[in-house]
């Protein structure tokens, strides 16, 4: 494979993380006005932000046993948007096309607050385990929409620094393939060694060596970030290309990087080999698996147990990449690691 031209897709960005108390709503109102200013939103926008941050942070307070917001900008297509996420370990939604309908409370108020969400914001979703936890998003975009169709494979990611850190060392990113069939992608997942500002400035090398690399095979593109990652610590990287006119996903990395296809119900795993990008890379392998309509390709740090299957998150892999990837960080990230994954959502053939 010769060289290529790409354009950026999307990558990991700053994210403000909330834990739940008394004065999320506060913060959380605080933090997305902020953000909803950096992006330029109309004031009539920030005020259904700030109704919406407040509406997740006392579902949080009311029903969770612990939880977070996460609230950051994202871009697609040109445009930018404030996303506010949260994620909790409460007991779950038992019908929650019911609890979306205004009315519905299981603590005696007027159960308003999920319909709401809906209403005020331009594009919502819930995923919700029953005993395990939930996890909402909303988008607020700034300018108006070019109407296209939506891309064949939508992506997204998250990443959380370990506790008590203020960056991350765990990143991901996601670059356009030009001239190699419609909806062509690399993704990068990338875990900079330990955590905090060194490993964070790791993952920043490794993201611009990614957008840098003329590359589309994933062994040459992981050579590229190899050569970029010299003279830092080092990290795990993986680097995957999903091919749809084959129907592939083809994979290279080195290090702790979990990589696999999920569907509802099977799980094909995608290897890395031992070594440490930027350090000690070894001879490039690259690993391929199907990748049909419905499936998801998930790449994850080690900040994630890999023990999850697919069947434990019934209804997930069709939903928007982010909140698939929030929830299983949900689900699955331990608070000693920093953590990181990065999901390309492929839909059904209409």
């Known amino acids: 494979m010769g060289q290529v031209t790409s354009t950026f ?23 997305g006005a902020q953000l909803a200013r950096g992006v330029h939103l109309s004031a009539e926008h920030t005020a259904r932000l700030e109704l919406c941050v407040t509406e997740m942070a006392t579902n949080l307070l009311k029903h969770a046993h612990d939880g977070a917001l996460a609230l950051r900008v994202v871009r697609a297509r040109g445009r930018a948007a404030v996303e506010c996420l949260s994620l909790d370990s409460g007991p779950g939604i038992e019908d929650v096309p019911r609890a979306l309908r205004d009315g519905t409370s299981a603590t005696g108020t007027l159960g308003i607050g999920l319909g709401a969400i809906g209403r005020l914001a331009d594009e919502s979703g819930v995923h919700s385990l029953r005993g395990r936890g939930t996890v909402l998003y909303a988008r607020f975009w700034a ?118 296809v999920a569907t509802e119900s099977t799980r094909s795993g995608l290897l890395s080999l031992p070594g440490i990008v930027g350090v000690q890379l070894p001879r490039p392998r690259t690993f391929e ?43 699955a990230a331990v608070r000693r690691d920093d953590a990181g994954i990065v999901v390309a959502v492929r839909g059904q053939r209409p």
Do not use: Y
Not at 12 to 29: E, I, N, Q, S
Not at 311 to 318: M, R, S, Y
């Open 143 to 260: 300018g108006a929409a070019d109407g296209a169709a939506p891309d064949p494979v939508a992506t997204g990611g998250l990443t959380r620094p370990i506790s008590g850190e203020q960056v991350c060392g765990d990143s991901w990113a996601v670059r356009a393939v030009i001239g190699h069939g419609c909806g062509a992608l690399s993704l990068m997942m990338c875990d900079g060694l330990g955590h905090g500002p060194l490993a964070a400035r790791a993952a920043d090398r490794a993201r611009e060596a990614f957008r840098d690399s003329r590359h589309m095979d994933p062994a040459a593109v992981l050579e590229d970030v190899h050569r970029g990652l010299r003279g830092t610590r080092g990290a795990a990287v993986a680097i995957a290309l999903v091919d749809l006119g084959a129907e592939r996903v083809r994979l290279s990395g080195a290090g702790n990087i979990s990589a696999l």
């Open 9 to 31: 897709v999307a990558e990991a960005g700053d994210v403000c993380w909330l834990r739940a108390d008394v004065a999320l709503a506060a913060a959380a109102r605080h933090q």
């Open 289 to 331: 698996a199907a990748f049909p309509p419905g499936s998801a390709l998930v790449m994850h740090s080690d900040g994630l147990s890999d023990r999850w299957k697919p069947a434990d998150f019934p209804g997930l892999f069709a939903q928007d990449p982010s909140l698939v990837a929030a929830q299983i960080l949900n689900q």
